[in-house]
């Protein structure tokens, strides 16, 4: 092949078809078990949408990064096997997600609790309390590993931060609609590293 890097690109396409085709085939219309703490009313996260859009430059600046790079062949060697470790480090986060979606009932783009929006503990959420943010920044790790410049670092960063600021705006609304339910589940959830943060 003439340029293995624009391989990177496959590897987002199957990760981002992956969480699509999870939430597909896994949908469930289906009322919450009984024993599942629900939300009787509906909750906004004051500045969800600047948290979000904040999210969204993060991937701006990771893709343009990724296309500055593969594109006119100027990934730069980092290391042997970068390329390898990188793929692996995508594929985690594209496992992880999928384990979350397949976990969790109510997923939202926006820090916003509709009327009926089930409290997840199971699965992904028994690890950590945002796996699908883990997921994305592994995605954006590994493309940072793949092609290490500092546009992709920078996109790789950026993102972080965004899945700090919305999971910390998650957070608030379920504290609020949850109380101390939430409260213990927080004591025994990390919030991106199972046993560390």
């Given at each position: 092949?003439?340029?293995?890097?624009?391989?990177?690109?496959?590897?987002?396409?199957?990760?981002?078809?992956?969480?699509?085709?999870?939430r597909?085939?896994?949908?469930?219309?289906?009322?919450?078990?009984?024993?599942?703490?629900?939300?009787?009313?509906?909750?906004?996260?004051?500045?969800?949408?600047?948290?979000?859009?904040?999210?969204?430059?993060?991937?701006?600046?990771?893709?343009?990064?990724?296309?500055?790079?593969?594109?006119?062949?100027?990934?730069?060697?980092?290391?042997?096997g970068?390329?390898?470790?990188?793929?692996?480090?995508?594929?985690?986060?594209?496992?992880?997600?999928?384990?979350?979606?397949?976990?969790?009932?109510?997923?939202?783009?926006r820090?916003?609790?509709?009327?009926?929006?089930?409290?997840?503990?199971?699965?992904?959420?028994?690890?950590?309390?945002?796996?699908?943010?883990?997921?994305?920044?592994?995605?954006?790790?590994?493309?940072?590993?793949?092609?290490?410049?500092?546009?992709?670092?920078?996109?790789?960063?950026?993102?972080?931060?965004?899945?700090?600021?919305?999971?910390?705006?998650?957070?608030?609304?379920?504290?609020?609609?949850?109380?101390?339910?939430?409260?213990?589940y927080?004591?025994?959830?990390?919030?991106?590293?199972?046993?560390?943060?």
């Amino acid at each position: 092949m003439k340029n293995p890097d624009l391989l990177l690109y496959a590897a987002h396409v199957i990760f981002w078809a992956s969480f699509g085709a999870t939430r597909m085939l896994l949908r469930r219309d289906a009322a919450p078990a009984e024993s599942a703490a629900t939300t009787s009313q509906e909750f906004t996260a004051p500045f969800s949408r600047t948290v979000l859009a904040f999210h969204m430059l993060g991937f701006a600046v990771l893709y343009f990064g990724i296309g500055n790079a593969v594109l006119p062949r100027r990934v730069p060697e980092w290391f042997g096997g970068q390329r390898i470790a990188g793929a692996l480090v995508i594929a985690a986060g594209g496992v992880l997600m999928s384990w979350a979606v397949a976990s969790f009932h109510s997923w939202r783009f926006r820090a916003k609790l509709d009327q009926g929006h089930e409290l997840a503990t199971n699965g992904a959420f028994a690890l950590m309390r945002h796996p699908i943010y883990t997921g994305i920044n592994l995605l954006a790790l590994g493309s940072a590993i793949w092609v290490p410049t500092v546009i992709v670092w920078s996109g790789f960063v950026l993102l972080a931060l965004g899945s700090e600021l919305r999971a910390r705006s998650e957070e608030h609304l379920l504290r609020r609609a949850f109380g101390e339910r939430y409260a213990d589940y927080t004591k025994r959830t990390k919030r991106f590293i199972p046993g560390i943060y």
